[in-house]
């Protein structure tokens, strides 16, 4: 039986000033118009998708909060007081807005909310639906939201969007296989609960639909695991943390190992920081020392670069040179153009369903008329001065641009996605000679510059789907990725313990140890249970290889190719971020903006005069 489902959400979108941007991801240029709205609700929740980009939104509106209206900030990196003095003042009535991240996402439920404001776009319907549910818990009140594109790729992603929720067609995720790392949780705190059977269990678990296909020899190598560590560990006593019984069941070994996996029981990690040192070199100069300390970053940072990929920190340009311990070394690098550009705090991947719809917009003419004039006049421009691609095809585009020569390509597939694509493309396009110099990606698109024309590549080979095998591997051997999702992997299993009575050890004291233990279970024992595990978590978290792989699989001989003589209208969001990215804060805003009039003068040039309304 089905309730009443209530008035129906009302979803706008906000074109500020009547003219959507080229490119953006801040949504910086309407927020006039989200303090407007602001005044007019009552309370106002402003979701963001970052939480350097909740920062920065809460800033702007209170550069401009004349009428001091009461507006707070709310988001994980807060101190958890901050944040429930915060959701007490929205509770009192006390305040007039929260600019927040997905903390505010679940668990709100006051009547008070009647307006929710997406800044930026949602990057999933489900997420969207979640987020108006925020404003107005009365049944017969429609809940009321508006979306602020900050570019016009966004605003296909809006308009995307608003139609999903609007035929409640929600993002679809594929079917999750349990994890044997938190099997092996789950194991030992059966132990700790009291003696299990082993069939028993087997039995019990394998009705939990994640695990339904578990086969019996893996169960046992997970009781294994949590028994001894696994084969190459077997001799430590440390990792002994079952034991059998007489009858034959499993148990947990002392009252002091049910303590220290009480305290560390969780599917949660944290990242860990590593230490930014100068590199140098010991007298016999074969080894790298840590020399002078320029900062600290998450160690996922580091896991995309191999030795020698230079990148942007603390206002300058590093070779990266690895990771020692729990420091990563670097040096100051000869060329002032990084490979790897900076990037703004973890950003929300583009969900499946919702890039499937964009792609099927974007090749619907008939489709452009719900769209801002400026925004379908920039699509015809594209059409003119390349194409537009078909759902199923890849567009891709070369062309010279000064000293450099560049590859553009438009899977709309997502960051995570594109970000893998492209460090194995330019890991092929250096074998070919073609001798690339960086690459830098948005959720749309994805743009490489290199030394040498890449007019004449052939790109059905280059986009081949083999390079997800040998490819893939070397590139895995050389990152340090995998150590980081097997680090996760050792936490979450209990192999390694972060808390123990007494004490606490660092993420970087962690890290070292589950260093340590990973090159000794690589060495001796490859197809260790947690390698295993780690392998996948990377290939379907870290890297996106599943996404990856049904995107090579559907432009497979379906690539349009267009050799042009400047960038299209489709690469002016892309490549302003190649200057963008070298500085944060405010200057990235003003690079941004004299990086994009640059450009898209460029694109304007010789326009018809019909079009020329896309600027």
């Not at 035929?167 to 044997?180: S, V």
Request: aromatic share 8%; with cysteine.
């Amino acid at each position: 039986m089905l309730g009443d489902p209530g008035a129906p959400p009302v979803v706008d979108v906000l074109v500020s000033e009547g003219r959507v941007p080229w490119a953006g991801h801040t949504g910086v240029h309407a927020i006039p118009e989200v303090y407007d709205a602001i005044k007019r609700a009552d309370l106002s929740l402003i979701f963001v998708n970052t939480r350097w980009q909740a920062e920065f939104v809460f800033q702007s509106l209170w550069a401009i909060n004349e009428d001091d209206l009461p507006i707070a900030l709310h988001h994980g990196s807060l101190a958890a007081e901050q944040r429930r003095k915060v959701e007490a003042a929205m509770a009192r009535g006390d305040l007039k807005a929260v600019v927040c991240t997905s903390t505010l996402d679940l668990g709100i439920d006051w009547g008070d909310v009647d307006l929710v404001i997406q800044l930026a776009a949602p990057k999933g319907a489900s997420r969207l639906v979640q987020r108006i549910g925020r404003a107005n818990h009365r049944l017969d009140e429609p809940s009321r939201a508006l979306m602020v594109p900050a570019s016009r790729f966004e605003m296909l992603e809006c308009q995307a969007a608003r139609e999903a929720v609007a035929e409640n067609a929600f993002d679809w995720e594929p079917e999750h296989t349990g994890t044997l790392d938190t099997l092996a949780q789950h194991v030992m705190g059966c132990a700790c609960s009291e003696a299990f059977d082993l069939p028993d269990l087997f039995a019990e678990v394998t009705t939990a639909g994640p695990y339904r296909g578990l086969t019996y020899e893996a169960f046992e190598e997970v009781v294994d695991l949590v028994a001894t560590g696994g084969y190459a560990l077997r001799t430590y006593d440390r990792f002994a943390r079952i034991v059998r019984t007489r009858d034959g069941k499993w148990t947990v070994r002392n009252a002091q190992m049910a303590q220290r996996h009480r305290m560390n029981v969780g599917a949660i990690v944290s990242a860990a920081n590593l230490n930014v040192r100068v590199a140098g070199r010991r007298a016999s100069g074969k080894h790298l020392v840590a020399g002078r300390k320029i900062g600290e970053a998450e160690e996922w940072y580091f896991e995309q670069m191999t030795p020698g990929d230079t990148f942007v920190f603390a206002g300058q340009v590093w070779a990266f040179q690895g990771i020692v311990k729990t420091d990563a070394l670097v040096s100051p690098a000869v060329d002032k153009d990084p490979k790897i550009p900076s990037y703004g705090g973890s950003k929300f991947p583009l969900g499946t369903s919702l890039a499937e719809r964009v792609r099927r917009m974007v090749q619907d003419r008939d489709h452009w008329r719900v769209l801002p004039y400026d925004v379908q006049e920039w699509l015809e421009l594209q059409a003119l001065r390349s194409a537009i691609p078909e759902a199923q095809t890849l567009l891709v585009e070369t062309f010279p641009r000064g000293t450099r020569h560049f590859l553009v390509a438009y899977p709309f597939e997502g960051r995570l996605a594109h970000t893998t694509l492209a460090m194995l493309l330019t890991r092929r396009l250096d074998r070919m000679g073609v001798g690339p110099l960086g690459f830098v990606v948005t959720d749309y698109s994805l743009a490489i510059w290199s030394i040498r024309p890449m007019d004449d590549l052939d790109l059905d080979a280059l986009f081949e789907p083999d390079m997800l095998g040998d490819d893939l591997e070397a590139w895995l051997e050389e990152s340090f990725m995998m150590k980081r999702s097997f680090r996760n992997c050792a936490l979450i299993s209990g192999l390694i313990e972060q808390r123990q009575p007494g004490a606490e050890k660092t993420g970087r004291q962690v890290t070292f140890s589950t260093d340590l233990i990973y090159d000794v279970l690589r060495r001796h024992q490859p197809d260790h249970l947690l390698l295993r595990t780690a392998r996948a978590d990377a290939a379907t978290g870290l890297l996106d290889v599943a996404r990856l792989g049904q995107l090579l699989s559907r432009i497979h001989g379906r690539i349009m190719h267009k050799a042009l003589d400047r960038p299209s209208p489709f690469c002016v969001p892309v490549l302003v971020q190649i200057g963008r990215e070298r500085v944060g804060g405010d200057a990235a805003e003003m690079i941004l903006d004299e990086t994009a009039e640059a450009l898209i003068a460029e694109v304007m040039e010789d326009a018809p005069e019909a079009l020329k309304g896309a600027a």
